[in-house]
């Protein structure tokens, strides 16, 4: 028996609409789904690929617990009750602060996020490590600081930009939009659109650019520095939009006033006129900004970020339709945590602040490996392989031998789980309902419950039912009424009121309630983690409901339980939501109602970033003369979620990218191996010689280095990055800029 089933990718946030062929239980062939509202039939070659994440021999189908040096199964019973009581016992003997969760839905799905959360924040704790603080948490923070909330973060307005500026962002390889080549391709050919592309290097995108600024790497805070300035000094700023939109001008413009702009341009070594057409045309056009790890993970991170803000504003391009805009959302991606309010977390050893409810990855090594009495010792992990993933492999493997305890929860046995006390199963994605909440989009908001299209193996569990089940063991999860079991056997109507009238009874119930509904609805169900997607539909905010009402669902009290039905109807993916394109300003939340433009920490950071000073930084270090890149989003890989290296047979993966010149200068050659060394280690890669890079700059893809069959494929290049070369702000790493040399083996 086979069957064609609707269902998504969920190797990249795009998660692509597919249409799976299923046999016996195994994805045997995969197409682009062309009902998907979304992706529209769109897919790359890795969605084309998921057979390769679900079946391999590495997947997980019982609960481990690490005896000496071995895993022994044993029941879910045994599991869960030892876990709870070694967590009740380190939390009472240690404090909450030596917990942290770390992980919690990944590039597939989000559901189990609110149940690892509740559980931790029942602990007491509110350290939360997650992959979007090894890359976004400074840009965050400039939102939060200039527009009033973290979560409100900018997208462009794909549909209606007629200039794009892309920073740092390889989309044609990356994604990161909806349908990217089909839009970089558009922008490309259309003579009425422009895309300008800033990358130091001729990547897939800049390749398609109308513009391409290859700037020298590491300068995008002075180039931006630089743009800024010869708007304010050419008089270019939308000055109608900064009266009536933008407060705090005054207290940054001397920064821009007398900035050497012909001297940046030299530093950047790019041409003065060409940057200062950009410019013109940024400042003139319908345009946008997308930047991505380039900026991200680079030098001076957190404040790119910021100076790109204020870019915008100047041009009033902020919340207006083809500039960057707002996109709505069923849930917003976490809580505006203010880094001023002493009432977040700050981390114990390192003093990182909580941006948008998260902690950087990066210092988690650091702050378990100290004396500090409070210093983490327990660390729970779903959805995420920080031994592979987060800068400084041997840092990490170090501070996790020294954990009280580690348990992981996944689909297959990483190698972050071959370190943990306990492994725990989770179905995969393939294997249970689940969605991604923030469906960067607009102004559409989009919504795919995907459905179980195999059926598990072994024993696993939803992760929502196992972080639930070890909440029950901790006692965090009140007695529930049978009133409440037998209502959700009923109707959803029925169980709905009777929910309300639960939670009604005791103002307490309602932080348990993912599990309350949960035990209840999710086991009528089958499935925790749909239940929680109706829950979620009756408390959306009234915000939401306008936009649901824009997307053509009917105002009232059955609203959520309407969108839930249709959610259920449309297995290919639907719209839930529009938001007003008209009022994006609405997003805006300052005090004042205006854009904040003077962030006062960052003061001496912005004027230090000049030209004289960058070009002392940013000079050739003896030692280690390349920079190098480490990381790059191929075709060939997804993060670290596809183990059998079958899926790239015949292609050259995982190698060291390196200019021809350079090559030649260093007189070592394509398919050599060669050693590549930097503060944090040394590894042994495979050559490439290739014009993919520029000189100077060296590259190597991340995602590799897993061990699947007993064999390690590829390197891991997170033995290549300290987790202390990191942004001071928000301490997200800059991968994009590492110190290294590369030597020809036989002669090291
Ligand atoms: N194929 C594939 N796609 C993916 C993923 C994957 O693993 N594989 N992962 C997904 C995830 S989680 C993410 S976060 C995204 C990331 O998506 P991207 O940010 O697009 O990924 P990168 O490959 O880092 O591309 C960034 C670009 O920045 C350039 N760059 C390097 N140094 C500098 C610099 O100093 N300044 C500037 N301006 N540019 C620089 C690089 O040359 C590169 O072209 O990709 C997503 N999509
Ligand atoms: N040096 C360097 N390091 C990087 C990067 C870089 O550019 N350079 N890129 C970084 C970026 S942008 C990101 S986003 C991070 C991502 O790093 P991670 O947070 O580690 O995320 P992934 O690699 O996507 O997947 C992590 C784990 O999820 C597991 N998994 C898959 N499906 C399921 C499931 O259904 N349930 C559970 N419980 N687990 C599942 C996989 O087996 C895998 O072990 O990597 C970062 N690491
Ligand atoms: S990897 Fe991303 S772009 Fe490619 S098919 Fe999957 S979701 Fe779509
Ligand atoms: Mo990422």
Redesign the pocket.
């Given at each position: 028996m086979s069957e064609w089933k609707k269902t998504g990718c969920v190797l990249?946030?795009q998660n692509c609409g597919l249409e799976a062929l299923v046999e016996n239980n195994r994805i045997v062939k995969v197409r682009p789904d062309k009902d998907n509202p979304r992706s529209q039939g769109y897919a790359c070659r890795?969605g084309l690929n998921i057979a390769f994440y679900q079946h391999h021999n590495d997947r997980l189908t019982q609960p481990l617990k690490k005896v000496g040096c071995d895993f022994v199964p044993i029941s879910w019973e045994q599991a869960l009750s030892e876990i709870a009581e070694k967590l009740r016992s380190i939390v009472d003997e240690h404090g909450p602060r030596s917990l942290a969760f770390m992980g919690l839905g990944g590039?597939g799905g989000h559901s189990e996020a609110v149940f690892g959360l509740r559980l931790l924040r029942s602990l007491g704790s509110k350290y939360y490590y997650n992959a979007l603080a090894g890359?976004l948490t400074g840009l965050f923070w400039g939102y939060g600081r200039t527009i009033g909330r973290q979560y409100n973060f900018t997208i462009l307005d794909h549909d209606r930009t007629d200039m794009l500026l892309a920073?740092?962002?390889?989309?044609w390889?990356?994604?990161?939009m909806p349908q990217a080549r089909r839009f970089l391709d558009k922008m490309s050919k259309d003579p009425d659109k422009l895309l300008v592309v800033?990358?130091?290097?001729r990547?897939e995108?800049a390749a398609k650019a109308d513009i391409h600024l290859a700037?020298r790497?590491?300068?995008?805070a002075l180039l931006t520095r630089a743009l800024i300035a010869i708007i304010l000094q050419e008089g270019w700023q939308n000055q109608e939009y900064i009266d009536q939109h933008v407060s705090q001008l005054e207290q940054i413009d001397a920064w821009f006033r007398d900035f050497d702009v012909r001297e940046a341009c030299r530093v950047c070594e790019l041409d003065y006129d060409q940057v200062k057409e950009v410019a013109r045309l940024f400042a003139t056009r319908k345009s946008s900004l997308h930047a991505?790890?380039?900026?991200l993970?680079?030098r001076h991170s957190s404040v790119t970020t910021y100076l790109e803000i204020i870019l915008l504003a100047i041009c009033g391009r902020l919340f207006v339709p083809g500039g960057n805009v707002v996109p709505g959302y069923l849930m917003t991606m976490g809580a505006h945590t203010d880094d001023r309010n002493t009432k977040y977390w700050k981390t114990v050893e390192t003093g990182f602040p909580t941006l948008l409810g998260m902690h950087p990855p990066n210092v988690m090594p650091e702050e378990i490996n100290n004396d500090h009495p409070e210093r983490l010792r327990a660390v729970l992990i779903s959805s995420s392989n920080p031994i592979r993933s987060f800068a400084d492999t041997t840092a990490y493997e170090q501070a996790f031998s020294k954990l009280d305890l580690l348990v992981t929860i996944d689909i297959a046995m990483t190698e972050t789980a071959k370190m943990s006390d306990y492994v725990l199963p989770d179905r995969s994605l393939y294997e249970r309902w689940d969605t991604t909440y923030f469906q960067l989009n607009y102004p559409e908001i989009y919504c795919q419950m995907r459905r179980p299209i195999l059926e598990p193996e072994g024993e696993t569990l939803e992760g929502s039912e196992i972080l639930t089940r070890l909440a029950d063991k901790l006692g965090f999860i009140p007695v529930i009424p049978e009133s409440l079991y037998a209502a959700a056997g009923k109707s959803r109507l029925e169980y709905g009121q009777a929910l309300y009238a639960y939670m009604q009874s005791d103002p307490k119930v309602a932080a348990t309630m993912p599990f309350v509904v949960a035990k209840t609805l999710g086991k009528e169900m089958g499935s925790f983690n749909l239940a929680w997607m109706w829950a979620l539909l009756q408390t959306v905010p009234r915000s939401f409901k306008e936009n649901a009402a824009r997307a053509g669902f009917k105002p009232g009290l059955t609203m959520g339980d309407d969108i839930f039905q249709a959610i259920l109807d449309h297995p290919e993916g639907l719209w839930i939501g529009k938001v007003d394109p008209d009022n994006n300003f609405a997003n805006l939340k300052t005090d004042d109602g205006r854009i904040n433009l003077f962030i006062p920490e960052v003061e001496e950071w912005v004027k230090g970033i000049t030209p004289k000073s960058e070009e002392e930084q940013l000079q050739s270090d003896g030692y280690y003369p390349f920079i190098l890149?480490a990381?790059?989003?191929?075709?060939e890989?997804?993060?670290s979620l596809m183990r059998n290296p079958e899926w790239n047979r015949g292609r050259r993966a995982c190698t060291l990218a390196m200019h021809l010149d350079d090559a030649e200068r260093l007189g070592i050659r394509d398919q050599q191996i060669v050693k590549v060394t930097t503060e944090a280690g040394t590894l042994n890669i495979e050559l490439e010689t290739t014009a993919d890079t520029r000189p100077g700059m060296v590259i190597i893809p991340h995602?590799f280095g897993l061990e699947f069959n007993g064999k390690i494929f590829g390197v891991g290049v997170n033995r290549l990055t300290k987790s202390t070369n990191r942004d001071r702000i928000a301490g997200t790493p800059l991968h994009?800029?590492v110190r290294c040399r590369v030597d020809s083996v036989a002669s090291s």
């Open positions: 990249c946030g890795k590039l890359e920073i740092g962002w390889n989309g390889m990356s994604h990161q800033i990358d130091p290097r990547s995108t700037l790497p590491g300068t995008d991505d790890l380039g900026v993970m680079g890149m990381g790059r989003h191929t075709d890989n997804a993060n995602g994009r800029y």
